[in-house]
Nanobody
Framework: QVQLVESGGGLVQAGDSLRLSCAASGRTYAMGWFRQTSEKEREFVLAVDWTGGSTTSADFVKGRFTISRDNAKNTVYLQMNSLKPEDTAVYYC?????????????????WGQGTQVTVSS
């Protein structure tokens, strides 16, 4: 069982930056970030493989967001720049205990509790 604790969410203005962190209680492999609003289903944002050397992102990221990880700390980060009001959502980190790089939520076994990101215009 892996427990995930997210942090770093908050209220920012359009154009600002924010960095989310997700600390895992143990060793992990693929890690990803998803987001969800009350109006939309959970959607994929970014993922990174266990080495940190390969990543994949959703089209809407368009170079604004990056994912990185520190395996010594069992932590994954989501750096979000040039935030837009439409980025407002609850952001979740997720862990897969398999090697690879995954974009689908069903590929992940463990999920954090979510952290709210609100971007005002």
């Amino acid at each position: 069982q892996v427990q995930l604790v997210e942090s770093g969410g908050g209220l920012v203005q359009a154009g600002d930056s924010l960095r989310l962190s997700c600390a895992a209680s143990g060793r992990t492999y693929a890690m990803g970030w998803f987001r969800q609003t009350s109006e939309k289903e959970r959607e994929f944002v970014l993922a990174v493989d266990w080495t940190g050397g390969s990543t994949t992102s959703a089209d809407f990221v368009k170079g604004r967001f990056t994912i990185s990880r520190d395996n010594a700390k069992n932590t994954v980060y989501l750096q979000m720049n040039s935030l837009k009001p439409e980025d407002t959502a609850v952001y979740y980190c997720a862990v897969s205990m398999r090697l690879g790089l995954y974009r689908e939520s069903y590929e992940y076994e463990y999920w954090g509790q979510g952290t709210q990101v609100t971007v005002s215009s």
